[in-house]
């Protein structure tokens, strides 16, 4: 048989802390973790007194001492932040009661009682998480959109009637509205100077917006115009409201009651704030092309057709790039290129150096001096033809689709890769090498011009070189 020995200290101290986080829950009193540690660690101390005991083992009250003291009691954090915590819950359960009485006795149905509230949108706000993957995306945060609007929304209590939304902006018309009728729009459009509501726009508001629709309504379905409007008691809601129209009866909600009874909280405005985030996301999808690979999935023939068009297309603007930059090259040859000889290089990724030479002999052969001279391909064209290469891979790679910059940059390096050899080979042949590694591998031939000339070997040119240089400094041949 197993037995456990409590500390009876520290038993003691979790009891006594669980009763003070009740307390200070009761009277809505924030706690946070680092409260709780030190309250713990006086706590252990105090009991640890009481008991007798006049020097306890320490007691630090770690991280984890602390998440097993939450999992053991079952402690939770929550969020106490918002109108709930300011809420008065004797006033809102006394106005159920008095409205009830205000239908009774105005003789409102479900289709006759309105109510509108309004919240705030950041319309133009991205999510501050998004998956990538960790091994092979990376991805930039950016600052978040502040730009804000207010959205007014009513409806009735049956359903059956939902008005078309108010929005409050800033600009009277937008840059983005500068060619059409604002009166046209599917929104009621409002301008305020920091798109909040205030008590002369929500006048505005209920004499061009709220009662023109309402009476629409009503002559649609045939509902007497004896409206019921509910409003929270906010500052922006005029009182003026209460007589401003002899068949629209205003009744305010009471103060700080909001979170508890306003009808629009009963996740109707969640529900439109959703909608328009799934809309504004898929307007950015189609707009960026993310879906493209569903098209062909599993199809392999596709899959290379779309590969070659997505080659052909910076193919076509890198072609004029090149023909532009090529005829700004001052060697001979370069001003008239066309884009059919360019393409031809494009097209033809096999050449190698070789080729290249002999396509140059036979031109050359077939011409003459002169076109021997205009198409002979020197080291000083091959050299500016790397750098423009060069030059277009900088510009191409700004191209927000990687996997096309990918495709034609393979095309390209395999294009020019014939040329960026032999312009190396002919660097290392033209590399200026030490005198003796010339005489070694290069010893000079003798002339022809005789036939005595013939039998002098290469030793006896050089010791007849050495001769005169003697007899013309008269120093020894030690000396040099």
Same mark, same amino acid.
């Given at each position: 048989?197993?037995?456990?020995?409590?500390?009876?200290?520290?038993?003691?101290?979790?009891?006594?802390?669980?009763?003070?986080?009740?307390?200070?829950?009761?009277?809505?009193?924030?706690?946070?973790?680092?409260?709780?540690?030190?309250?713990?660690?006086?706590?252990?101390?105090?009991?640890?007194?009481?008991?007798?005991?006049?020097?306890?083992?320490?007691?630090?009250?770690?991280?984890?001492?602390?998440?097993?003291?939450?999992?053991?009691?079952?402690?939770?954090?929550?969020?106490?932040?918002?109108?709930?915590?300011?809420?008065?819950?004797?006033?809102?359960?006394?106005?159920?009661?008095?409205?009830?009485?205000?239908?009774?006795?105005?003789?409102?149905?479900?289709?006759?009682?309105?109510?509108?509230?309004?919240?705030? &949108?950041?319309?133009?706000?991205?999510?501050?998480?998004?998956?990538? +993957? =960790?091994? !092979?995306?990376?991805?930039?945060?950016? %600052? #978040?959109?502040?730009?804000?609007?207010?959205?007014?929304?009513?409806?009735?209590?049956?359903?059956?009637?939902?008005?078309?939304?108010?929005?409050?902006?800033?600009?009277?018309?937008?840059?983005?509205?500068?060619?059409?009728?604002?009166?046209?729009?599917?929104?009621?459009?409002?301008?305020?100077?920091?798109?909040?509501?205030?008590?002369?726009?929500?006048?505005?508001?209920?004499?061009?917006?709220?009662?023109?629709?309402?009476?629409?309504?009503?002559?649609?379905?045939?509902?007497?115009?004896?409206?019921?409007?509910?409003?929270?008691?906010?500052?922006?809601?005029?009182?003026?409201?209460?007589?401003?129209?002899?068949?629209?009866?205003?009744?305010?909600?009471?103060?700080?009651?909001?979170? &508890?009874?306003?009808?629009?909280?009963?996740?109707?405005?969640?529900? +439109? =704030?959703? !909608?328009?985030?799934?809309?504004?996301? %898929? #307007?950015?999808?189609?707009?960026?092309?993310?879906?493209?690979?569903?098209?062909?999935?599993?199809?392999?023939?596709?899959?290379?057709?779309?590969?070659?068009?997505?080659?052909?297309?910076?193919?076509?603007?890198?072609?004029?790039?090149?023909?532009?930059?090529?005829?700004?090259?001052?060697?001979?040859?370069?001003?008239?290129?066309?884009?059919?000889?360019?393409?031809?290089?494009?097209?033809?990724?096999?050449?190698?150096?070789?080729?290249?030479?002999?396509?140059?002999?036979?031109?050359?052969?077939?011409?003459?001096?002169?076109?021997?001279?205009?198409?002979?391909?020197?080291?000083?064209?091959?050299?500016?033809?790397?750098?423009?290469?060069e030059k277009l891979k900088l510009v191409l790679s700004n191209d927000p689709d990687d996997h096309r910059y990918k495709v034609f940059n393979n095309q390209l390096l395999q294009t020019?890769?014939?040329?960026? %050899?032999?312009?190396?080979?002919?660097?290392?042949?033209?590399?200026?090498?030490?005198?003796?590694?010339?005489?070694?591998?290069?010893?000079?031939?003798?002339?022809?011009?005789?036939?005595?000339?013939?039998?002098?070997?290469?030793?006896?040119?050089?010791?007849?070189?050495?001769?005169?240089?003697?007899?013309?400094?008269?120093?020894?041949?030690?000396?040099?």
């Open positions: 048989m197993v037995k456990y020995c409590q500390n009876k200290v520290l038993l003691k101290k979790e009891n006594l802390l669980v009763s003070y986080l009740i307390r200070q829950a009761r009277r809505n009193t924030a706690v946070d973790t680092r409260s709780v540690q030190e309250y713990a660690r006086e706590l252990y101390v105090a009991v640890a007194h009481k008991v007798g005991i006049a020097e306890p083992k320490p007691f630090n009250a770690s991280s984890g001492w602390l998440q097993g003291f939450k999992k053991r009691n079952k402690i939770t954090n929550i969020n106490i932040g918002g109108e709930g915590a300011s809420a008065d819950h004797v006033a809102a359960s006394d106005f159920p009661p008095f409205l009830r009485e205000v239908m009774e006795e105005g003789q409102y149905t479900d289709d006759q009682v309105f109510n509108m509230d309004e919240s705030g &949108l950041f319309w133009k706000r991205l999510p501050s998480k998004t998956f990538v +993957v =960790k091994s !092979a995306s990376k991805c930039r945060g950016q %600052k #978040l959109q502040k730009k804000r609007i207010t959205v007014l929304f009513t409806t009735n209590a049956s359903g059956t009637c939902k008005l078309k939304l108010s929005v409050i902006h800033t600009a009277r018309k937008p840059h983005a509205y500068k060619n059409m009728d604002m009166t046209k729009l599917n929104v009621h459009w409002l301008t305020a100077r920091k798109a909040w509501m205030f008590t002369a726009l929500s006048l505005s508001w209920f004499d061009d917006c709220f009662v023109p629709d309402v009476k629409i309504f009503c002559e649609q379905q045939n509902v007497p115009f004896n409206i019921l409007l509910l409003l929270d008691n906010a500052p922006g809601h005029s009182p003026l409201l209460l007589d401003r129209h002899p068949n629209v009866k205003v009744v305010f909600l009471p103060p700080n009651t909001t979170s &508890l009874i306003q009808p629009m909280d009963q996740e109707l405005i969640c529900n +439109v =704030k959703a !909608a328009f985030s799934a809309k504004k996301f %898929k #307007l950015l999808n189609d707009c960026t092309n993310t879906k493209d690979e569903l098209c062909n999935l599993g199809d392999t023939d596709s899959e290379s057709d779309e590969e070659e068009e997505l080659a052909d297309q910076p193919v076509t603007v890198a072609v004029d790039l090149a023909r532009e930059a090529t005829q700004s090259v001052t060697a001979v040859g370069f001003s008239e290129t066309t884009n059919e000889d360019i393409m031809e290089v494009i097209r033809d990724p096999e050449v190698t150096a070789d080729e290249i030479l002999e396509d140059n002999d036979v031109s050359e052969d077939a011409s003459g001096a002169a076109a021997r001279e205009e198409h002979k391909l020197t080291h000083g064209n091959v050299k500016d033809a790397i750098e423009f290469v020019m890769e014939p040329s960026i %050899k032999m312009y190396h080979e002919h660097i290392n042949t033209s590399r200026q090498r030490n005198i003796t590694d010339f005489f070694a591998r290069n010893p000079p031939q003798p002339s022809q011009a005789s036939d005595s000339d013939s039998d002098v070997d290469f030793e006896g040119f050089v010791r007849e070189a050495l001769t005169t240089m003697v007899d013309s400094d008269g120093d020894s041949p030690e000396g040099h």
